[in-house]
């Protein structure tokens, strides 16, 4: 039985017609990739008829103010201040200037868990021969890590404590209001990779007191590869001196003076060299689509389908790796296959798309997708199933 929405106030089809993948596909993909919008390709043309006709002086005025623009939109997403963002290619780009401003001496230790993307990790483990000692807080179950655990390994040593908001191998989220508490009862600071959250839930890095956070356009905002985010809280920025850091990091970056170096306020002095500015102009764009539906009308929208592949897996026996809650999950839903690439493979040859992971097939609904949709996928892996393809 197909259930309809449960929020009418919002015109979902509107938004979906966006989106040309869904002429042609069923894209269950966002959390490896957003699909691209009418919007987005629309201002990467925009980029390039500005590049065609001004040339380099197209930097004074439209593209140095689409970075600020970009910033400002980016902030207005996650509860901060424009000048607490700072923008990169990548987030291993980010979490490279976050780790230079700090040596690691007094406070050595990094502490994170066995559930993060494997760039959060390796930032760590190539400077264990330079003294930093990583401790792994391992998952009871796979799908998440209590904050318990993370209070019981940070200590009067530990730096950072290092976490996902969305753990992108099951999809739960994490508590991050606890996990800055645990950081900052022992002195140490919290950074939270964000890149599988941003664009789906709602977030106020303010009220959850963390120091860091990465995010980026690939995903949930819908601006793919090129530009990612760097929140650093204020007061945090203005007390550190990171050493990898570009022209961008100067508080007068067009003085061009290379006698003195004069870092810039908040979380600029984090920046590097000069971006990418038609991912720039395609961030932008896929954030102002997530900002105008609204992240409080995108989360409700997610848990209505969430629920739905949760309950028909079920009902096929699928048995879905979820929490006890489903609001406790974010738009990543996985089953457990024995042959997952086999699975998305067979899935891509009847025009569906999903991802897998070792061990499990990833589906991740978007405000674009649709009720009908989440069964037909699930129905379409039990088919598998009885075909011996699963």
Known sequence: MV???????????????????????TYFNTCSLGALSTRVTAAVR??????????????????????ERLRARVASLLGASADEIALFPSITAALSAVASAFDGVRRPKIVLSDLEFPTTVYQWRAKESRGITVEMVRSPDTLSVPPERYAHAVDDRTQLLVASHVYFTSGVIQDITALAHIAHDRGAYCLIDAYQATGQLPTDVHAAGVDFLVTGGLKWLLGGPGVAYLYVRREVAQSLQPTAVGWFAHR???????????????????????????????????????????LSQIRRRQVELVSL???EARRRGLHPRVPRRVEDLAGIVTIPRADPAGVVKALAQRNIIVDFRPGIVRLSPYFYNTPEECERIVAGIAQLETEGLA
């Open 3 to 25: 259930r309809t929405s449960l929020d009418p106030t919002v015109a979902w089809d509107r938004y979906r017609s966006e989106f040309p993948i869904f002429q042609s596909k």
């Open 46 to 67: 925009q980029f390039t008829d500005l590049w065609e006709a001004n040339g380099a002086a197209a930097w004074y005025g439209p593209w140095l103010g689409e970075i």
């Open 252 to 294: 007068n970056q067009f003085a061009f003076d290379i006698q003195h170096f004069e870092y810039a306020d908040g979380a600029r002095r984090f920046e590097g060299g000069t971006p990418a500015v038609a991912a720039i102009y395609a961030g932008r764009a896929g954030a102002d689509l997530v900002a105008e539906i609204g």
């Open 309 to 311: 592949i949760v309950d």
